[in-house]
């Protein structure tokens, strides 16, 4: 079993005692900014309907239920509220994706809409501006193959019921290049050295949050995604998780360091229990608020520790767009861009793969971009997992 010496002795004790500290009654600051990850933002139809859009308010009404399940505020446009909603219940897109796209295309049709033109109005040309509008708000290019992805897709579907050939989307996916239009955020991904990880461990003063954090950098899984891991997810006898990919849908199994394994055996046998407030659930991670732990909390952990760690430091001032402000509900004409984020744990596991002399198409797996490569538990799947089995042990944390 691991033994670690710190300040810090939730995680590196394994004791319980100290964790009784984390049972107390929430105070009404608590209340106020919940933890948990059910607490969604409710879907309210915006006051003004669409004058552009003719089926808006009709086709609203019909997804009304769907669209509050989903927690979102559409697009003022009926035709990709449908796109959304029927790709949605038909399973044609994970959940992370219909919002994701959802976001892109309010910022679609509210270009469209400034323009005088519904979206079943747009042809080529107004695409290719709208895509050298986005240009303008110095996107990456992740988030514009996002938005090429989102357009395609509820432009694709207009064609469909139109019995129509795909001409615009074929334009679309044939013309439009996200790498034409991303522009040069102006930073560089970094990644945690492990005196750093060192740093962020003993800042933390929760079990919980360290052994997420930990997952972080051991597994590499994407926010929500650590967020949603349930209990019945470990398999301690085979010493495997089964990690969610909150993007594209479907699931990946990672194999788990001696640690981890240790660490977790710990924590569901004689830990987890003292964070349950309400009864308890299948969130392997719980809010004291009650269900599981919200991306928005475990952000801010992370953020506060690298603070308090001396590690944190802005790199980088993005330039929001009034558009962009006015969609978010924001008056800052910047997002700040800090060094250590959830995703610089993700990019950090990545580095500790490749340190590892893991292959390629190992970390690919790993980091769940091989999908097309992989089938179920086939075996390129079962290679990937012995290989990182064998050559990856996780970070080495006896110094703290």
Same mark, same amino acid.
């Given at each position: 079993?691991?033994?670690?010496?710190?300040?810090?002795?939730?995680?590196?004790?394994?004791?319980?005692?100290?964790?009784?500290?984390?049972?107390?009654?929430?105070?009404?600051?608590?209340?106020?900014?919940?933890?948990?990850?059910?607490?969604?933002?409710?879907?309210?139809?915006?006051?003004? *309907?669409?004058?552009?859009?003719?089926?808006?308010?009709?086709?609203?009404?019909?997804?009304?239920?769907?669209?509050?399940?989903?927690?979102?505020?559409?697009?003022?446009?009926?035709?990709?509220?449908?796109?959304?909603?029927?790709?949605?219940?038909?399973?044609?897109?994970?959940?992370?994706?219909?919002?994701?796209?959802?976001? /892109?295309?309010?910022?679609?049709?509210?270009?469209?809409?400034?323009?005088?033109?519904?979206?079943?109005?747009?042809?080529?040309?107004?695409?290719? %501006?709208?895509?050298?509008?986005?240009?303008?708000?110095? %996107?990456?290019?992740?988030?514009?193959?996002?938005?090429?992805?989102?357009?395609?897709?509820?432009?694709?579907?207009?064609?469909?019921?139109?019995?129509?050939?795909?001409?615009?989307? #074929?334009?679309?996916?044939?013309?439009?290049?996200?790498?034409?239009?991303?522009?040069?955020?102006?930073?560089?991904?970094? #990644?945690?050295?492990?005196?750093?990880?060192?740093?962020?461990?003993?800042?933390?003063?929760?079990?919980?949050?360290?052994?997420?954090?930990?997952?972080?950098?051991?597994?590499?899984? %994407?926010?929500?995604?650590?967020?949603?891991?349930?209990?019945?997810?470990?398999?301690?006898?085979?010493?495997?998780?089964?990690?969610?990919?909150?993007?594209?849908?479907?699931?990946?199994?990672?194999?788990?360091?001696?640690?981890?394994?240790?660490?977790?055996?710990?924590?569901?046998?004689?830990?987890?229990?003292?964070?349950?407030?309400?009864?308890?659930?299948?969130?392997?991670?719980?809010?004291?608020?009650?269900?599981?732990?919200?991306?928005?909390?475990?952000?801010?952990?992370?953020?506060?520790?690298?603070?308090?760690?001396?590690?944190?430091?802005?790199?980088?001032?993005?330039?929001?767009?009034?558009?962009?402000?006015?969609?978010?509900?924001?008056?800052?004409?910047?997002?700040?861009?800090?060094?250590?984020?959830?995703?610089?744990?993700?990019?950090?596991?990545?580095?500790?793969?490749?340190?590892?002399?893991?292959?390629?198409?190992?970390?690919?797996?790993?980091?769940?971009?091989? %999908? *097309?490569?992989?089938?179920?538990?086939?075996?390129?799947?079962?290679?990937?997992?012995?290989?990182?089995?064998?050559?990856?042990?996780?970070?080495?944390? /006896?110094?703290?």
């Amino acid at each position: 079993m691991t033994t670690i010496m710190s300040k810090n002795t939730k995680l590196t004790e394994f004791t319980t005692e100290s964790s009784r500290q984390s049972t107390e009654v929430p105070t009404s600051d608590q209340d106020t900014n919940s933890e948990s990850v059910e607490d969604n933002n409710s879907s309210e139809k915006e006051t003004t *309907d669409s004058e552009i859009c003719e089926c808006y308010d009709e086709i609203y009404e019909k997804y009304q239920e769907t669209l509050e399940e989903l927690g979102i505020t559409p697009p003022k446009c009926g035709h990709c509220i449908e796109y959304l909603c029927e790709s949605c219940i038909n399973n044609l897109l994970a959940e992370g994706s219909v919002k994701n796209y959802n976001s /892109s295309l309010r910022f679609l049709v509210d270009y469209l809409h400034d323009e005088g033109m519904c979206v079943e109005d747009a042809g080529f040309a107004e695409i290719r %501006r709208y895509f050298e509008y986005r240009a303008g708000m110095e %996107r990456s290019k992740s988030c514009l193959q996002n938005d090429k992805n989102a357009v395609v897709g509820a432009i694709g579907r207009l064609e469909e019921e139109e019995d129509e050939f795909l001409k615009l989307t #074929w334009k679309i996916r044939q013309n439009i290049d996200p790498n034409r239009y991303a522009v040069d955020s102006g930073f560089d991904r970094e #990644w945690l050295e492990t005196e750093e990880i060192e740093k962020l461990l003993t800042e933390l003063d929760d079990f919980r949050d360290q052994l997420m954090l930990l997952c972080s950098v051991e597994l590499g899984p %994407r926010e929500e995604a650590l967020c949603l891991i349930k209990t019945s997810d470990i398999n301690l006898k085979e010493e495997t998780i089964e990690l969610r990919n909150t993007k594209i849908g479907g699931t990946y199994v990672m194999p788990l360091t001696e640690k981890l394994v240790s660490l977790l055996e710990h924590w569901i046998s004689d830990v987890r229990s003292s964070y349950v407030q309400n009864g308890d659930h299948e969130y392997l991670f719980p809010s004291r608020d009650g269900g599981g732990l919200s991306g928005s909390t475990y952000r801010d952990t992370v953020r506060k520790a690298a603070e308090d760690a001396g590690i944190q430091e802005e790199i980088a001032k993005i330039p929001m767009p009034e558009r962009q402000q006015k969609a978010m509900g924001i008056d800052k004409d910047y997002r700040s861009k800090q060094r250590v984020d959830i995703h610089t744990l993700r990019h950090t596991f990545s580095r500790l793969l490749k340190k590892n002399d893991v292959s390629k198409s190992a970390r690919s797996y790993a980091l769940d971009h091989a %999908r *097309d490569e992989t089938d179920g538990y086939g075996k390129v799947t079962e290679a990937h997992i012995r290989e990182i089995r064998n050559k990856f042990n996780g970070v080495d944390i /006896s110094n703290i």
